[in-house]
């Protein structure tokens, strides 16, 4: 069993930056690939990026490609997510994963087990 609280949410302008956080509970975390999601207004919840278990393989959304990045430190269970450049269109509850995927299902949320609160993110324009 894994639990997930994400954090660093909040409202920023456009061009902005912010960094969400994930802790992970448990004594697993390593074992987990980590993926991060979003659900914008209206919308269907979405791949953001995923990360291996010791980061070798890394996957990212064209829509945030060279703006955001997804790292992972397993000694503090924790990911991260930096987001750069935000624009509007990044508004959304954001929401970090645990699952065991192979790296060619790392987009699909099927794969993952076990799901945060999220957290919400608000670009102003």
């Known amino acids: 069993q894994v639990q997930l609280v994400e954090s660093g949410g909040g409202l920023v302008q456009a061009g902005g930056s912010l960094r969400l956080s994930c802790a992970a509970s448990?004594?697993?975390?390593?074992?987990?690939?980590m993926g991060w999601f979003r659900q914008g207004p209206g919308k269907e919840r979405d791949f953001v990026a995923a990360?291996?278990?010791?980061?070798?393989?890394?996957d990212y959304a064209d829509s945030v490609k060279g703006r955001f990045a997804i790292s992972r430190d397993n000694a503090k269970n924790t990911v991260y997510l930096q987001m750069s450049n935000l624009k509007a269109e990044d508004t959304a509850v954001y929401y970090c994963?645990?699952?065991?995927?192979?790296?060619?299902?790392?987009?699909?949320?099927?794969?993952?087990?076990?799901w945060g609160q999220g957290t919400q993110v608000t670009v102003s324009s």
């Open positions: 994963a645990a699952g065991r995927p192979s790296s060619w299902q790392m987009r699909l949320q099927g794969r993952y087990d076990y």
């Open positions: 990360i291996s278990t010791s980061g070798g393989i890394i």
């Open positions: 448990g004594r697993t975390f390593s074992t987990y690939y």
